[in-house]
């Protein structure tokens, strides 16, 4: 026979997935989120998250380049995703000055340094926008207010969290919450939005309900029993649902797969940590909001608990006969 | 809900192209080529020399040890040599090669193509004749079926599960058998549920099967005890593992035999085989292979004696495409890749399947994401990711408590890794290392 035949071991098939399809994947969910941002921040929220895209792109491109001198590996859409990810939990009208420092922060140390896409402890966006808070907490906490704004429907330049505790009274109807016209950061506001996101994601089979869903059953189930002896707005657990970053946390940035739990029990256990957390701080914290928090701290947890979870094996639950 | 095993798998493209198409014969070349190692055990020592005649089914290599299983001439004519041969692992193996002359059958075998339902044979009696025709494990497996059908001591054996399944992509040969020899296969397992001196008996068939689960629905009203269950489809569920899971809800535990929840599997075309030996006399010198691809012109299940080199079985199916990049002994996802189309077919091979260059060739592997998605495909609930790091790193302590010796090595973790990580290949190598370390500790 004259061609020679390719010999190696099996699987000798491949599903066709991989890592540009899965990130195109959490791109696609985050449109209904952005959509939402430009109808209400109009042209700013367009700046911040082209610029964000092309900042996070344009460092992971030259780093990996220049200083680490290897091939780069921007094509496989996570630093495009980092870049929305952290636009979307900045206010629109942060300086663009201060954007690119935190694009530089969460993809030159905390995703490059520590060796690229896989290999990083800490959520890049996350961390960036924690950097960003703490470095800046004056630029990071004043929210502009909605293009959309009217007299009439309450938004204000104060987030929801804020007003929890400061001024209950001027908080917006659940509804203004879930569809998303309060004041917040870029991409964080729209609770429906969100959740389509999180439709397509588990439909695409991206992500799996683990992490989500018990990061909402915990928030929900810890302010509900507070709620229960003690009905005040700062206890709703509709409130805590559908503001601030929880819906964005919980959907797009606790599920990156690098930094969560590789096994379902895992998984649950990392949800509920960031849940209990996330709730803790809103209640007790010198901060409103925890979200962002609870999810660093439960990335520094996830090697713990990767290595204390295992998946449940063949036959070792079942018993026979 | 079809029922199926309950932890992990996958659901690859089917590809069953060559499905529905008939059983066809292929000539008988000049020569044919024997290995004397066509099953799991030990290699059968040669009973015949250069210069014998042999008829189709004359014994030509003897069973040595009890893990073996007796080889048969499947040509009458002369033999040739005892000679070295490739086989699809790519060993040099002992062989017997057969010049062929006519087409002469030992005249204890019944070659009417007539039914036969009854048999006198006591259990012992029956064995014994599955254990002189030679009969293996077909599905691919290639272990000694009169061994599997003998329960170790203290073991007893309440049912009998035929894997009707055939979840690998692309082959067919079950699926066809199953529809041209429905009551052959019936009869055998009467025949098997009496050596095992069990009453019940369970048909799983996957559910892209629906002509022969209407056949085998009809068909068993005539057989006492047994029963057909149509299965989700969900690669790998014609592992013995999680067939039983599938259709018993047992689970078997690390390191156990199926026979410790009281199953014992057996794959339709052995039962088919089975019922030659007892009921016509005849050895396993022949099987029905799927020749099938992309490329490839006529897709077809050929019946092949044993001995025929594939090159012809893929000149039936109109010749080796040009595109071809690699040519697998068996399924995409556990068949071996071959270096050679000149290898014969033996006991095990279930099929051919020619890919084009174009998908023969791996991606360049990146780094993990720790995506877990090979974590939740695995069917034995493993994390494929860490057996890969620890084989690595060569952490063989660890390795063995994370149950590396449990992988059944189905693929399921690298056909899913968006990676193209080479998890499989790694945990290969480390449940080798680890399994010879278990070994040289228990000597």
Known sequence: ?321 | MLKTFRIGGIHPKENKISAGNAIQPIAIPDQVIIPLSQHIGAPCQPVVKKGDNVKVGTLIGKSVGFVSANIHSSVSGTVLKIDKTLDASGYKRDAVFIKVEGDEWESSIDRSPDLKKSCDLVPGEVLDKIAAAGIVGMGGATFPSHVKLTPPPGTKAEILIINGVECEPWLTSDHQLMMEKADEILVGTTLVMKALKVQKAIIGIENNKQDVIALFTQKVKDYAGIHVQPLKVQYPQGGEKQLIDALTGRQISSGALPISVGAVVQNVGTVFAIYEAVQKNKPLVERVVTVTGKEVKQPCNILSRVGIPLSDLIGVAGGLPETTGKVVSGGPMMGKALASTDIPVTKGTSGILIIPTLEAKRNAMKDCIRCAKCVSVCPMGLNPTLLMNLTEYEVWDRAEKEHITDCIECGSCSYTCPADRPLLDYIRLGKGKVNGIIRTRKN
Not at chain 1, 35 to 43: E, K, M, N
Not at chain 1, 283 to 289: D, M, R
């Open chain 1, 1 to 321: 026979m004259e061609q020679k035949l390719i010999v190696s071991p099996s699987p000798h098939v491949h599903s066709g997935d991989t890592i540009e399809k899965n990130m195109y994947n959490v791109l696609i969910a985050l449109i209904p989120a952005f959509l939402v941002a430009l109808y209400v921040f109009r042209l700013d929220a367009l700046i911040i998250t082209a610029c964000a895209v092309l900042f996070c792109v344009g460092f992971e491109y030259l780093i990996v380049k220049y200083i680490m001198k290897k091939t780069p590996t921007v094509g496989d859409g996570s630093a495009i995703i980092t870049g929305v990810l952290l636009a979307f939990n900045v206010p629109a009208d942060l300086p663009l000055w201060i954007l690119a420092i935190g694009c530089l922060f969460a993809i030159g140390v905390v995703k490059i340094s520590f060796g690229g896409l896989g290999n990083n402890i800490f959520n890049p966006a996350i961390a960036g926008r924690i950097f960003l808070l703490i470095s800046f907490p004056a630029q990071m906490t004043t929210w502009p207010a909605a293009a959309t704004a009217t007299a009439t429907d309450a938004v204000s330049s104060a987030t929801v969290l804020g007003n929890l505790k400061l001024s209950p009274e001027t908080l917006p109807s659940l509804q203004t919450m879930f569809l998303g016209t309060e004041a917040g950061s870029l991409g964080e506001m729209s609770t429906l939005a969100l959740l389509i996101g999180l439709f397509y994601l588990l439909w695409k089979k991206t992500i799996t309900w683990h992490i989500p869903f018990s990061i909402m059953a915990t928030v929900a189930l810890f302010t509900g029993i507070l709620y229960a002896f003690d009905p005040v707005p700062l206890y709703n657990p509709l409130i805590h649902l559908f503001s601030g970053g929880l819906m964005l946390g919980a959907i797009f940035m606790a599920t990156d797969y690098v930094t969560s739990p590789m096994t379902r029990k895992g998984m649950l256990i990392y949800g509920v940590g960031i849940g209990f957390v996330t709730v803790a701080i809103r209640l007790w914290g010198a901060y409103p909001e925890g979200v962002s928090f609870a999810i660093l701290l439960m990335n520094a947890l996830t090697p713990l608990i990767n290595n204390y979870t295992s998946p449940k094996r063949f036959g070792e639950v079942v018993k026979h006969g």
